[in-house]
């Protein structure tokens, strides 16, 4: 009993000499399989710049949007009526698949899908980059 009550008094002052630990003790079982988490979770960005010249591009479009890639769609160069029902089509699928647009100019818009997030107005943005009114 007093071996005990000398040897707590010199490990409680850290003058015991240590104990030899068994090598077996050490031994870490890995029949566990390790997990290993990829910190980058979220690939290179590619933004596809679309300019469609007739109503039948709008699904390729939708293709890409339904691929999870954003779509910057410049419609400039197709009849008013056409650009339009286009914009209606891809406002539709958008909606369908939980994503969303916004208008960049007069006949430019950002389409993003769900795995995106727009903040902040666009339009305004750029309005005052290049000095231009509504």
């Known amino acids: 009993m007093s071996g005990n009550v000398i040897n707590k008094l010199l490990s409680f002052f850290g003058m015991e000499e240590p104990e030899e630990i068994d090598e077996t003790e050490r ?3 890995f029949n566990k399989k390790t997990k290993i988490v990829n910190i ?6 590619k933004v596809l710049i679309a ?9 390729n479009i939708c293709l890409e949007l339904k691929n999870k890639k ?12 056409d650009a339009q029902r286009l914009i ?3 406002s539709g ?5 939980n994503g969303e647009i916004k208008k960049i ?3 430019i818009f950002l389409v993003v899908p769900d795995n995106f997030d727009i903040s902040g107005d666009i339009q305004e943005q750029v ?7 509504k």
């Open 88 to 90: 209606d089509f891809i």
């Open 40 to 45: 980058h979770t979220q690939p290179q960005v």
């Open 27 to 29: 031994v870490i079982p």
């Open 70 to 81: 954003p779509v910057i769609i410049d419609v400039q160069s197709m009849d008013k009526n």
């Open 105 to 107: 100019s007069n006949f």
């Open 127 to 133: 309005n005052s980059i290049y000095n231009l009114s």
């Open 51 to 59: 300019k469609p010249e007739e109503f039948q591009q709008a699904q």
């Open 93 to 97: 699928a958008i909606f369908a698949l």
